[in-house]
């Protein structure tokens, strides 16, 4: 959940933690819509996981998929708006959003993007892949990334930080692969559907702080469920 580049140094608040666990609750509500069992709803089981390795509380968890499924009186329904755009410096961004008051949402984004620019839909999608994204680190020092990528019917793979290797796969592979790993020697951390840029840009200094600021202004927005920037590094 959140945003998907990277801050360095940065402290995790209970303000954040508390937006964390909104996004997620959001993510197993909407999943829990096709049903209330993780075993039969692959979107339902990958945001439970997230949830749990973000160590949010089992009854938060339950409740959040009563409310999807609409077994509780309070149930709430979400919609999903993704919108497309430019952080400063023409850095692509795609923004997805899961609300239960679109005109709010609207105005909202519309007043984040000013310090950047708001595009059309398909504006800046093309420069994007949309994937599988599969974070998982090695059981063992013999367990090999490539052997495992193979036979676990990823599609490629790359090494990210601390030792924790990135898994992409198609979409609709998404849960076989995260399900397939373990049994390959590799013990997933995340996995999730989301944006890759294909063309990310360099940025440093003033001008990439300026790029962070901007996201992370976009990524705090309640209704704000994922960013993804086409930033470099």
């Known amino acids: 959940m959140g945003a998907q580049w990277k801050t360095k140094n940065k402290e995790t608040t209970a303000a954040a ?4 666990f909104t996004k997620l609750a959001r993510e197993i509500m909407v999943a829990a819509r096709a049903g209330a069992d993780p ?8 945001a439970m996981e997230q ?3 973000a160590s949010m509380p089992k009854d938060t968890i339950e409740r959040a998929i009563k409310k999807g499924a609409g077994l509780l009186d309070d149930g709430v329904s979400f919609e999903k708006l993704t919108y497309e755009g430019f952080a400063p410096h023409r850095v692509p961004v795609i923004v997805e959003c899961l609300t239960d008051n679109v005109n709010r949402t609207v105005t909202n984004i519309r007043i984040l993007f000013r310090k950047g620019q708001l595009g059309n839909s398909g504006s800046v999608a093309w420069d994007f892949d949309y994937l599988g994204m599969i974070e998982a680190t090695p059981e ?4 090999d990334a490539e052997v495992a990528a193979i036979e676990a019917g990823a599609r490629d793979l790359e090494p990210a930080e601390n030792g924790t290797t990135l898994f992409l796969t198609e979409p609709t592979d998404l849960d076989a692969v995260s399900r397939a790993l373990p049994k390959h020697g590799f013990v997933v951390q995340s996995a ?9 840009v ?3 200094g003033a001008a990439r702080a300026e790029v962070e ?4 202004a976009v990524d705090a927005d309640d209704d704000v469920q994922n960013v993804y920037a086409g930033l470099a590094g």
């Open 17 to 20: 933690k508390g937006r964390i």
């Open 39 to 46: 075993d039969m709803n692959p979107r339902l089981r990958l």
């Open 51 to 53: 949830a749990k390795k």
């Open 140 to 143: 063992s020092a013999g367990a």
């Open 192 to 200: 999730q559907l989301g944006y890759r840029p294909k063309n990310p």
């Open 202 to 204: 360099t940025l440093d």
């Open 213 to 216: 600021a901007f996201l992370e």
